[in-house]
């Protein structure tokens, strides 16, 4: 399983950010899955630069922009020399930000080009009754993977995010029956894109409120490749315990 740490703009402080990655030094080192902590822009610098370890680092967003004349802007360029290997991209806290879809390829685009792996973010604000939300997402896909190569479609990675399912509890997310149905969609749509076995290499990540006590269930119910954790990776003890969950 790939199991994504976004700390989002939960540890502000290089000690946190060290105990942190500490522990997922450990977790990783047990072999327990591909690790992957996603720190704020200047603890990522600080952490990545030094690592020895089989944690592997992703940026939470890069910049739009190719770099020159762009300030405070950070560059698929700067988080790849720095040693991130992937990025997230399109999550929903920078899509209610402003952030359109146009933008989101162009990040995708930037982070391929970098030999970085997209981690690219989708899902449906809320659950209508005439299904549209599946219709939301097949556009939110295919406008990025109508725009790649084929080639490059087989290097990025989807994470399912139901935006309603996000910074709640494990009651509140989603139903393992449910993650089973959407994975399976989410699927189908990749094998238009990426025929024969392509699509069933990409992996599929679930994100929203996923912790130590429904991981297993989720993980166990759907064909779903990892996670995407945020507010549970940000403290020691529930992340190793959620990694610990599934293993
Ligand atoms: P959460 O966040 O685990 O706190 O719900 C997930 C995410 O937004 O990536």
Redesign the pocket.
Known sequence: MLI?G?W?AYVETLEKAKRLYAVAKRLAAAGHHEIVIAPSAPHLGFLAGGNRSSVEFAAQDISSSLGGAATGEVTAGAVAGVGATYV?VG???RRAAGETDALVLQKVQHALAHGLVPIL?IGERERDAEARYLAHLRTQISLILTALSPQERKKIVV?Y?PIW????SATE?ITPTDLNEMVLYIRKILTEFLPGKGASKINILY?????SGNIRALAAASSIDGF??????TDAASFGALVKAVT
């Open positions: 994504v976004n989002k997230i999550h929903s806290e973010c994470a995010e399912a996000i910074g709640k997310a994100g929203g409120s996923v912790e995407l954790v945020g507010h549970a990776s």
